[in-house]
């Protein structure tokens, strides 16, 4: 059998291309996958930090101060540039507890400012009734959390150390 030998260079030249080329898109794909998570992995620990931005208010009594949404104008802003940046970044389970976080908190919020009279001093009866709606907000928080943490994998450590020491055992 005869090889043409000047086909030989061309095939490993070809080959050499080829091989660069699906290198240089698989660097590109993995970079753009790197970035997007850096954004998202972002975005989450914001909305954790700012997911009631309203707790550091200093001048609403301590003991109600937890009841209230976003009062001031940069506190609403704030909101709207997380809920956009949820809708560009955010998984579609994180985006639904993001709006149901946000919708719950209105919902206090609300109930403050059109039914109780004195909100630092609220009547029995009304704390009695905003409770299934603070409780909701609390809830609607906490899942959100739980979504964000699972998602960003922070208790994974532990689960690859079990799997480590598993595969450890194993051996002996």
Request: aromatic content about 6%; cysteine-free; charged content about 25%.
């Given at each position: ?37 850096e954004?998202?992995?972002?975005l ?8 009631r ?16 949404g ?5 506190e ?7 809920s956009?940046?949820?809708?560009a970044?955010?998984s ?24 109780i ?36 994998k ?13 595969a ?5």
């Amino acid at each position: 059998m005869n090889v043409d030998t000047t086909l030989i260079p061309a095939l490993a030249i070809t080959a050499t291309a080829a091989t660069s080329i699906y290198s240089l898109r698989h660097q590109q794909r993995t970079s753009e996958q790197a970035r997007l998570w850096e954004r998202q992995a972002a975005l989450y620990v914001d909305l954790l930090a700012n997911q009631r931005p309203y707790l550091a208010e200093p001048d609403v009594d301590p003991s109600v101060r937890h009841y209230f949404g976003p009062q001031t104008s940069e506190e609403r802003a704030l909101v709207q540039s997380l809920s956009a940046r949820v809708d560009a970044f955010a998984s579609e389970h994180v985006s639904r507890l993001w709006s149901t976080t946000v919708q719950r908190v209105f919902d206090v919020s609300f109930y403050i400012s059109e039914v109780i009279g004195d909100p630092l001093h609220p009547t029995e009866r009304e704390e009695l009734e905003i409770a299934p709606l603070v409780e909701a907000r609390n809830a609607a928080s906490e899942s959100l959390r739980k979504q964000i943490r699972l998602e960003l994998k922070t208790d994974r450590p532990r689960g690859i150390l079990r799997a480590a020491v598993a595969a450890v055992r194993m051996r002996r």
